[in-house]
């Protein structure tokens, strides 16, 4: 499976498939806290994103930053982060900043 020892940050991505990545770091926590990334298409980012507002999920654009409810674009698409009640952090993303282009 492949994967890099490091991407931009503090993360250590394995690449499932084409649409997951899940993102790796080192804490001193008791209970890990994982970090699932998924990459999807435009239409597809803007469907889950309807929903994560419907529902009033608070998300954020970078992270490791407050619930700013805003998108990230910095890498050439749509990113943003929010965290589940159990602190696992989910990531939704439409241009890999750790993949090489397909």
């Not at 084409?18 to 597809?44: A, K, M, P």
């Not at 990113?79 to 939704?92: K, L, R, T, V």
Request: proline share 7%; with cysteine; hydrophobic share 35%.
């Amino acid at each position: 499976m492949p994967w890099a020892p490091t991407a931009l940050g503090p993360l250590a991505p394995v690449f499932v498939n084409e649409g997951l990545t899940l993102d790796f770091i080192q804490t001193d926590e008791d209970f890990s806290v994982y970090h699932f990334c998924f990459r999807v298409n435009q239409q597809q980012f803007d469907e889950i994103l309807g929903r994560i507002k419907a529902a009033d999920i608070p998300y954020r654009s970078f992270v490791r930053g407050p619930m700013d409810m805003q998108i990230n674009t910095d890498y050439g698409g749509n990113m943003i982060y929010w965290n589940e009640p159990d602190g696992h952090q989910w990531e939704m993303l439409t241009v890999s900043y750790t993949r090489q282009s397909d």
